[in-house]
């Protein structure tokens, strides 16, 4: 994908990102300091997508928080894992086709399936506050 660079932020566990920079060099991938919080990153308004290697980690939720696409990478093409349709990829084309795909969706149709997918996984908008409270009054 030559047209798509990637910024490519390392779980906190690797705190030693050496060979990855190594790696990335020449790939059109740059390696984020191990210092920048994922918040600061994606509050910066910088990025069209985000790519997550795992299916239920919180950087698919937190980057759908932010309004931001998150492809996730499903190499076993494990069905039926929550979250937006059409997001999972196993290839570079699919990649691609999922790329392609979110540019074209309407953003007011994208934002009520978000919108819809965080208030059920993660409880969004939901004040619930007053039932659990309510049973030790």
Do not use: W
Request: proline content about 2%.
């Amino acid at each position: 994908m030559t047209d798509v660079e990637f910024f490519i932020k390392l779980h906190p566990q690797n705190l030693d990102d050496t060979y990855y920079k190594e790696m990335a060099q020449g790939c059109k991938m740059e390696i984020v300091p191990t210092n920048e919080n994922l918040s600061t990153l994606l509050s910066k308004d910088d990025f069209d997508f985000t790519v997550s290697y795992n299916l239920t980690t919180t950087v698919y939720y937190e980057s759908l928080c932010y309004g931001l696409p998150c492809f996730r990478y499903n190499r076993d093409k494990i069905i039926n894992v929550y979250g937006l349709e059409n997001d999972n990829f196993s290839t570079v084309e699919e990649l691609r086709e999922r790329i392609l795909y979110f540019q074209q969706v309407e953003s007011s149709m994208l934002l009520v399936e978000v919108r819809e997918m965080l208030k059920q996984t993660m409880g969004i908008n939901l004040d619930n506050y007053h039932q659990y409270f309510s049973q030790f009054a």
